[in-house]
């Protein structure tokens, strides 16, 4: 827990949304967890919640038990909002993974070795190409397309781990690409492992990325928008409308609820859900 202010308030470390967790901590802190996962050989699962993964969320009670054994970090301004609704603040970096998965690879202390599971055999090809060309001193050590079938998955799980990696990415979309890392985590010697969405779509080069002045003004969405409206057209309209009732409607449940039973929700919280201090 933590305490702010002279008459020590207590001050929540996560944003609960539907019994989805989302800690309030920086990238520095992200990263240092992740970081320190590497060396001593404690797994940790890590995904990224926007708007339309926490609609997923709270219309699956079993997909928030799957991402209640994952780290869970901001993806958007969707989740800012969600934030600044029920706690009156947002979050201090948008923690999206297509950002911060080269940066996990930029600051890593140590070289890593990398497999990539996801995406269509070429794209994760060019991706795993164009991850190696920009940063050298680590080893992609292994690549598959995401096209599984459940009875695949054993076999998939033995090339990971003949492949000596540390660190998995799973770009296969959510809910899959989760679900596929729950279920096969106790099987993965990986010590990291991340859902990563889009991201081999977009190292490869398949999809553009919003200008950066999009991303600093956070409307990256808005650009994918326009270059894939019939994909994305539901989750950026009706979707976003679903999001908001969502969270209006918990944010209401959320004002009766006692401020020492959210206090002891967070202790109770796994220690691995939480960045570093």
């Given at each position: 827990m ?7 308030r ?9 019994g989805?967790?989302i ?7 992200v ?9 001593d050989?404690s797994?940790?699962?890590v ?7 926490m ?10 038990d799957?991402?209640?054994h994952f780290?869970v ?18 979050f ?8 911060l998965?080269?940066e ?5 202390s140590?070289?890593v ?8 055999q070429?794209?994760v ?9 920009r ?12 096209y599984?079938?459940?009875?695949d ?12 990696a ?27 492992l ?8 977009f190292?490869s ?24 409206p ?9 979707g ?19 401020p ?8 109770n ?7 570093e201090n």
């Amino acid at each position: 827990m933590s305490y702010d202010g002279p008459d020590r308030r207590w001050v929540p470390r996560f944003l609960r949304v539907g019994g989805v967790h989302i800690p309030y901590a920086s990238r520095e802190k992200v990263l240092q967890t992740i970081d320190r996962s590497f060396h001593d050989r404690s797994q940790i699962r890590v995904a990224f919640c926007n708007a339309h993964t926490m609609v997923s969320a709270l219309r699956s009670q079993g997909y928030i038990d799957t991402l209640s054994h994952f780290l869970v970090l901001n993806d958007g301004v969707g989740l800012d909002l969600a934030s600044s609704l029920f706690m009156g603040h947002g979050f201090e970096d948008n923690l999206n993974g297509t950002d911060l998965v080269p940066e996990i690879l930029e600051k890593a202390s140590a070289p890593v070795s990398i497999y990539m599971l996801g995406a269509k055999q070429h794209v994760v090809e060019e991706a795993g190409r164009q991850l190696a060309a920009r940063f050298p001193r680590h080893r992609i050590v292994g690549m598959h397309h995401g096209y599984l079938k459940r009875e695949d998955e054993a076999g998939v799980v033995a090339k990971i781990n003949a492949s000596g990696a540390d660190l998995l990415l799973v770009a296969m979309g959510n809910p899959r690409q989760e679900q596929f890392i729950d279920r096969n985590a106790a099987d993965l010697s990986p010590r990291v492992l991340i859902g990563v969405g889009a991201l081999f779509d977009f190292i490869s080069g398949t999809v553009p990325r919003a200008p950066q002045w999009m991303r600093m003004l956070r409307l990256e969405w808005l650009f994918r928008l326009m270059i894939e409206p019939r994909r994305l057209g539901w989750r950026y309209t009706g979707g976003l409308a679903i999001f908001l009732v969502e969270i209006m409607r918990l944010r209401v449940a959320r004002m009766w609820a006692k401020p020492e039973d959210l206090e002891r929700e967070e202790q109770n919280l796994p220690k691995r859900l939480r960045p570093e201090n």
